[in-house]
């Protein structure tokens, strides 16, 4: 299936490794002109070798803590008229709600939710202008069903898909869309330190965390990057246009609502 993506120009976040490297690697398939954005150089450079070696058009990076106004200013220099963006972090930290000062929100609102909206407002009126854009959120499963233990991530998520909810509506009459990806479970370095997280608050050991987890999941298992990856590069599609403000859950079917 030709995606008609060939030669778009894509923004990355958080691409070097997980979900957002997931991504990357499937625009990469359809050739498409990819710049990646991490803070660790060595592995955005790693990630540019095989995001050539995938078929993309180009690969760049820039070294960058996108969650900053420096990092997203680095960004926007080196490149701004993106048809593809895909924005993406680390999320915030665990924990309830009652160990958390105003401070920790406002760094988790900050990354989470003002990081998204900021980049899509760099972006959203150019794609507006030349008829055609992708915009990607990769977000959380705890929009629809809040995950014990990450209050933060609970909270200024859902912040960020109801704003995006209303933009999207605005955007679509242009040919640019806006969605999110809600990922449940999936194998990456970042839900292994959740697991660890959980093991030294409750003593109980990762390995034995994540089999209990599993037990209880209907698909008896972790998702894979690659499989998130090819959902991105779908709703990037030419095919997808009317898929707009949508809110796409990943989770092998663990969110019991119908
Ligand atoms: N994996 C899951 O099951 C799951 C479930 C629900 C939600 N999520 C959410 O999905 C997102 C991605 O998760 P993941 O599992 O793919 O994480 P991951 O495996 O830890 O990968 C995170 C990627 O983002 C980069 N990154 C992190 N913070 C950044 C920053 N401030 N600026 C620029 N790049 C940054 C990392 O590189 P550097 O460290 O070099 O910057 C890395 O490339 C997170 O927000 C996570 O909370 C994941």
Redesign the pocket.
Same mark, same amino acid.
């Given at each position: 299936m030709d995606l008609g993506l060939k030669n778009k120009r894509a923004l990355v976040?958080?691409?070097?490794?997980?979900?957002?490297?997931?991504c990357a690697e499937a625009l990469a398939r359809e050739g498409v002109h990819i710049l990646?954005?991490?803070?660790?150089?060595e592995? @955005?450079k790693t990630?540019c070798a095989s995001l050539l070696e995938l078929g993309a058009a180009s690969a760049t990076w820039c070294?960058?803590?996108?969650?900053?106004e420096e990092?997203r200013k680095a960004v926007f220099q080196m490149q701004s008229d993106f048809d593809i963006v895909i924005t &993406?972090?680390? %999320?915030?930290m665990q924990g309830d709600f009652r160990g958390f000062k105003r401070e920790d929100w406002l760094k988790a609102m900050d990354? &989470?939710m003002l990081?998204p909206i900021e980049i899509t407002k760099r972006v959203l009126d150019g794609m507006m202008q030349r008829g055609f854009g992708r915009i990607v959120h990769?977000?959380?499963?705890?929009v629809k069903q809040a995950?014990p233990g @990450?209050d933060l991530?609970n909270g200024v998520?859902a912040g960020l898909t109801g704003f995006m909810a209303g933009l999207a509506r605005s955007a679509v009459q242009s040919g640019v869309t806006i969605n999110q990806l @809600?990922? %449940?479970?999936?194998?990456?370095?970042?839900?292994?330190? &959740?697991f660890k997280a959980q093991s030294q608050r409750t003593g109980i050991d990762a390995q034995t965390l994540l089999t209990q987890r599993l037990q209880k999941h209907p698909a008896k298992r @972790?998702?894979r990057?690659e499989e998130l990856g090819a959902m991105c590069a779908f709703l990037c599609s030419q095919y997808a246009g009317y898929i707009n403000g949508q809110n796409i859950l990943m989770d092998g079917g663990s969110y019991l609502g119908v």
């Open positions: 976040c958080g691409a070097s490794a997980g979900l957002g490297l997931a990646s954005v991490a803070r660790r150089e592995l @955005l990630t070294s960058a803590d996108i969650t900053t990092g &993406n972090a680390g %999320g915030p990354a &989470n990081t990769i977000t959380s499963s705890g995950v @990450l991530s998520r @809600l990922p %449940g479970t999936f194998d990456t370095d970042r839900l292994a330190s &959740n @972790l998702g990057p």
